[in-house]
């Protein structure tokens, strides 16, 4: 049967994105003749950026960064936020995008692998943090958990390995805990991070999403926001690295009480198996339009204040404020 031809873009996923070999192409090809053209049909869209906004055709939302989704300027979005509103959101952690597969795999199966990982001599604790948001929650714990015993931080941010480590999973193996904390806490907003945790053989120290326990075994991890304070989390901490058979009913248990299913082929595919002008969902009326304009006039304005000339007009305006002022 010949596949149906569709016209697509992508825009403002980052420098690294590549438009023309990405998961997302691998994916819909399986379903579609897939034309990746400057005018197209469905645009596919990030957070990094406002090339979007140059883009007429039927939007597709698509964020792992806490962004909540503006339906106004979309008519589709793939994120965080617990929203029903028909068929134009889907939930999907970033955990759950196709380059996570393979760490979400190993992580559903590592309580099966307990004994295996604890046969291996390991060291206390690790970290693993570049970003420059949520740093003041993650040094807390830190420096709260490092009193008791070293903390190996192999991100670049409070480096103590001797440089940023290539593997982030093969570095966490070696210890028994790691810190999994997000940049911010906000309802449903979680990363990598703890699966990345559980992929690696370690119990996840984590902080973050407050609903947290509802999308991941409560008894197999340290929710910090469990506690009345990081120190009574710690303590917990503590008591389970120096009682073996705590530590191991917590390795064994699965990551997961249920499976989770893989929705994110099934979306895409929902939305561009539809005729363009069935698929559009943006009210089309002048309140939506003004929406666009003026997203589009700080776009402009943003981009008028990175420029050289607009910069010495505002400095040259404000000497010419201070003359006026002493006269």
């Known amino acids: ?118 046969a291996q001599p390991r060291d206390f604790c690790c970290m693993v943090c570049s970003g420059v948001t949520g740093r003041e929650t993650r ?62 053989g370690t119990i996840p120290i984590y902080f973050g999403d407050p609903t947290i326990q509802t999308e991941f075994n409560p008894k197999a991890f340290v929710n910090c926001a469990a506690f009345t304070s990081l120190q009574e989390a710690v303590e917990y901490i503590k008591y389970l690295d120096e009682n073996d058979d705590a530590y191991m009913a917590m390795l064994r248990e699965p990551m997961e009480l249920c499976e989770k299913e893989d929705k994110l082929e099934d979306y895409l595919v929902h939305i561009l198996s539809q005729e363009p002008e069935k698929a559009y969902r943006r009210p089309k009326n002048v309140w939506v339009a003004n929406v666009e304009q003026n997203a589009n006039r700080a776009v402009e304005q943003q981009r008028r204040e990175k420029t050289f000339v607009y910069r010495l007009i505002r400095k040259i305006k404000r000497i010419l404020r201070g003359i006026k002022t002493t006269h």
């Open 1 to 118: 049967m010949e596949k149906k031809k569709i016209k697509l873009n992508f825009a403002d996923f980052g420098p690294d994105f590549n438009n023309n070999d990405n998961l997302f192409l691998v994916m819909l090809k399986k379903h579609f003749n897939v034309e990746i053209t400057d005018d197209p049909d469905f645009l596919l869209y990030s957070c990094f950026g406002n090339d979007h906004l140059k883009y007429h055709c039927v939007r597709i939302f698509c964020t792992g960064e806490c962004i909540t989704p503006d339906f106004n300027l979309c008519d589709y979005a793939i994120g965080f936020d617990y929203i029903n509103f028909e068929d134009r959101y889907c939930r999907i952690p970033l955990y759950m995008f196709p380059g996570y597969r393979s760490v979400y795999d190993k992580a559903k199966a590592k309580h099966e692998k307990a004994d295996e990982i604890v």
């Open 139 to 200: 040094k807390e714990i830190f420096d709260l958990l490092y009193v008791y015993k070293p903390v190996a931080s192999g991100g670049r941010w409070m480096n103590n390995v001797g440089g940023p480590v290539k593997d982030k999973l093969e570095f966490c193996s070696h210890y028994k805990f790691s810190i999994a904390f997000e940049n911010v806490d906000y309802s449903g907003y979680t990363t990598e991070k703890i699966v990345e945790s559980f992929a690696a």
